[in-house]
């Protein structure tokens, strides 16, 4: 990661854990003067997405690993039918998250294309309005 993504990716950090989103600091203003281009862009970052997304994958393979070994373990604190409950239970709940976390991280890939795409359609259309006003 070069260290203008990262600056990128640490101010929207900020920007994004923000207890008063209304005020503006003196170090937002500069780096938005820097890069008036990414005022547009201020969203969450995709790396923090990713990284609640994989905790939440991988908590699911927990889940389905415990499932498992429940399932196999010789010691029987609950009766037959209660056990299979319960194996059950955090089974679906692991396969559950790990489903959803795979389907947040392919919706996030095509959201933020989207919104890539809309920001260069936004600049283009700017560069026009102000070239048919310099006419």
């Not at 640490?10 to 990414?38: A, C, N, W």
């Not at 373990?73 to 692991?94: K, N, P, W």
């Not at 959201?111 to 260069?120: F, G, M, R, T």
Request: hydrophobic residues 45%; charged residues 25%.
């Amino acid at each position: 990661m070069d260290n203008d993504t990262k600056k990128r990716d640490q101010m929207f950090l900020k920007l994004y854990l923000k207890s008063h989103p209304g005020e503006v600091t003196d170090e937002e203003i500069d780096y938005f003067r820097e890069h008036p281009d990414q005022i547009d862009e201020v969203t969450a970052p995709v790396n923090v997405h990713k990284l609640f997304l994989w905790w939440g994958a991988l908590l699911g393979v927990a889940l389905v690993a415990l499932s498992k070994y429940l399932k196999f373990s010789i010691v029987y604190v609950l009766s037959e039918a209660l056990r299979e409950f319960a194996v059950d239970v955090v089974f679906e709940i692991g396969v559950a998250l790990i489903g959803a976390a795979v389907t947040a991280y392919i919706l996030g890939i095509l959201l933020n294309q989207q919104q890539e795409n809309a920001s260069l359609w936004r600049a283009e259309i700017r560069k026009k309005i102000g070239e048919s006003h310099d006419t």
